[in-house]
């Protein structure tokens, strides 16, 4: 939690016209004159010293009124250089939009609010980089569609299931209904994303390659799309359920970071007969509970959000495995280094997340 002293100067913080506060933020009293602004410890703000007339102006913070309405209301009582600091503050941790600005084609995502306070992007510009996005999820499963959908609703703007056969009855409970069974697999999920979200576009990406491909549900990805996604430079993420624990990374970029066979000769290295127990495991999938196939569809999409935004710097699972264990109420980091002995040969790789 951070207090708000009033006491710093940052000129070149603009203001928004119509100051409005985050979506799911509100103006707390805490008594004795302070007022806190958010939940959570890592993020929210108290400002103390806070007189009824700022107080008031507080409340307005809905992009109903502009700032030099507000300004004006605490000027009669002499407090307007206190609510511009404090405005400044609130601005510049990304509490404040501006309600005033045009209205564009793609309306503002609304599930966007706190990934911004996290990654410094507005819901306008998460808005506009989503919708750039094409991923194409590979698999076959309740972890495959759940993720699919998850993708759709933040807002990713071409979401591409790649699977086939017909909706079996253990895929029921992630999306689909009974009327789904024995439908055309890829179909039916296609449809579902777009209830999710109908301005997403599922239809085959052409020549465009996806920004990111999901490989889901597989306890072992299918060796051969691994390796055309590898040929073909493609960034990629591994995502399943397995005997209850949901598993997500190593976040692949083909010649920068490390891969699955690196991930697969260090199992060897520690169990000699992995190669045959993988052998019969590629390309198969387990069926999950539902919840551990949830915990570990919502890791898998905000990870797969945050690679597609941070090409540049390394998200949680660069070089790294995640599990999750909804029973323990875990998420375990296993490191995922590159292999001596596989080709893959990653160079220096991409800088740390800031
Ligand atoms: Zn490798």
Redesign the pocket.
């Known amino acids: 939690m951070r207090m708000v002293e009033h006491d710093y100067g940052s000129a070149e913080i603009v203001l928004p016209v119509k100051p409005k506060l985050l979506p799911g933020l509100d103006v707390l009293e805490r008594g004795d004159g302070q007022v806190q602004f958010g939940v959570h410890s890592g993020h929210s703000v108290v400002a103390c010293d806070v007189s009824p007339d700022i107080l008031s102006a507080l409340r307005r913070l809905d992009g109903s009124t502009s700032t030099t309405d507000l300004l004006a209301l605490a000027e009669g009582e002499h407090h307007a250089e206190e609510l511009r600091d404090l405005l400044t503050e609130l601005t510049e941790l990304g509490f404040l939009e501006d309600a005033d600005e045009p209205r564009t084609d793609t309306p503002v995502l609304r599930d966007a609010s706190f990934w911004s306070l996290r990654t410094g992007r507005t819901r306008r510009e998460t808005t506009a980089d989503r919708a750039r996005y094409a991923v194409v999820v590979h698999g076959v499963g309740r972890l495959t569609t759940t993720v699919a959908c998850l993708l759709a609703a933040a807002g990713v703007g071409h979401v591409r299931v790649e699977t086939d056969g017909l909706v079996g009855e253990e895929e029921l409970g992630g999306g689909f209904s009974d009327a789904d069974l024995g439908r055309q697999r890829r179909t039916a999920t296609a449809e579902l994303i777009q209830r999710v979200n109908p301005r997403v576009k599922t239809g085959k990406l052409g020549r465009r390659p996806p920004d990111l491909a999901v490989l889901a549900d597989a306890v072992v990805p299918a060796p051969e799309l691994v390796a055309e996604l590898v040929a073909d430079g493609i960034t990629h993420l591994r995502a399943g359920v397995h005997d209850g624990r949901g598993v997500v990374g190593p976040l692949v970029i083909p010649g920068r970071s490390?891969?699955l066979?690196?991930l697969d000769l260090h199992h060897a290295d520690r169990d000699g007969h992995w190669p045959l127990v993988a052998s019969q495991l590629a390309g198969r999938r387990q069926r999950a509970d539902l919840s551990d196939v949830s915990a570990t569809a919502a890791l898998a999409c905000v990870q797969s959000l945050r690679a597609l935004l941070s090409a540049e710097r390394r998200p949680p699972t660069w070089e790294t495995t995640l599990e999750v264990d909804a029973f323990d109420g875990t998420v375990a980091h296993h490191p995922a280094p590159?292999?001596p002995d596989?080709?893959?040969r990653?160079s220096a790789g991409i800088p740390p997340m800031a």
């Open positions: 490390s891969c066979r690196c590159p292999h596989c080709g893959c990653p």
